[in-house]
């Protein structure tokens, strides 16, 4: 289910212009890093996916709907959200009942929410706490919470805003396993992140958004190495972006993996 934003402007009452002009199209499947410095516009431009906002001019189109014709209710069905605060997401006694309040919602079975419990809270390593009460839970955990709510909707997309915010480094890997689990069952995703090196792992697309605008939008692996605009947008490169330029490479992988094997190949011509 492909999404289309089309000139979209968006005013908040307060008079704040927070979208000016935004056109993007993100395409069944692909997984979507949206960048950009506080106020530039990324969680403004999110909710208008689902309908908690509606915008002041353009227009969203989530597959052959759009979204101006639609309930928000309704367009929970194709776009899931997960929102930079859990807390504001969670209000069930028990785990498991979190996790089965959307998929109850839409109408599935019994036995249907209970394989998407299940589903789900195995995908985010929750299943021992499943009759655990959602505020026993330490927060990094209640974001992971959070998360098997909103996979549990079985949504065509998903919306993630600062995923990583607030997770150890353990939770950073669980988060990116699950982000690659989705992908692999052609969700797509658009992930809203500070964190840039889990963009260079995880999103095959960047848009950087820069005073409401979209900055640029391409591929991460082009993206992600142009560090002059992402210094325009105020956003820092990659870590090992910035160690391929350090150490002048001519490439700059973007995982470990390929970077260990660029720089053996470099080392080996310099040799020479
Ligand atoms: N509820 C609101 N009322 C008025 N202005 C807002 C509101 N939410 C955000 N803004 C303003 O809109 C702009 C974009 O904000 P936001 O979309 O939250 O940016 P980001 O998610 O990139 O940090 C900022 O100038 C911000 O101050
Ligand atoms: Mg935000």
């Not at 516009?41 to 353009?58: E, I, Y």
């Not at 997401?89 to 599935?108: K, M, S």
């Not at 150490?247 to 993996?257: D, G, R």
Request: with cysteine; aromatic share 6%.
């Amino acid at each position: 289910m492909n999404l289309r934003v089309e000139n979209v402007s968006f005013r908040y009452p307060s008079g704040v212009l927070a979208l000016d002009g935004v056109n993007a199209e993100i395409a069944s499947g692909e997984v979507v890093g949206i960048l950009g410095e506080n106020g530039a516009g990324k969680t403004t431009l999110v909710k208008l996916f689902n309908g908690l906002l509606r915008p002041s001019q353009g227009k969203v189109w989530i597959g052959d709907w759009d979204t101006a014709d639609h309930s928000t209710a309704a367009l929970a069905a194709r776009v899931g959200f997960l929102f930079q605060n859990p807390d504001d997401q969670l209000f069930e006694r028990t785990v498991a009942r979190e996790v089965a309040y959307g998929p109850r919602n839409q109408g599935a079975s019994e036995a249907q929410v209970k394989r998407r419990v299940a589903q789900a809270l195995k995908l985010v390593g929750l299943q021992a706490q499943a009759d655990s009460h959602p505020y026993d839970l330490p927060q990094p955990q209640r974001k992971l919470l959070a998360l098997a709510a909103t996979i549990a909707m079985q949504t065509p997309i998903l919306v993630l805003d600062e995923p990583t915010i607030g997770q150890d480094e353990v939770g950073r890997t669980t988060i990116g396993h699950i982000v690659n689990s989705l992908h692999q069952m052609g969700r797509t995703l658009i992930i809203i992140t500070h964190d840039v090196d889990f963009c260079a792992q995880h999103a095959q697309r960047i848009l950087v958004m820069l005073q409401g605008k979209v900055h640029v939008d391409g591929a991460a692996s082009e993206v992600l190495i142009q560090t002059k605009i992402l210094d325009e947008a105020e956003v820092a490169p990659p870590q090992l972006v910035r160690l391929a330029q350090a150490l002048k490479m001519p490439a700059a992988p973007l995982n470990v993996e390929d970077f260990v094997d660029e720089y053996k190949q470099w080392r080996k011509k310099r040799k020479k």
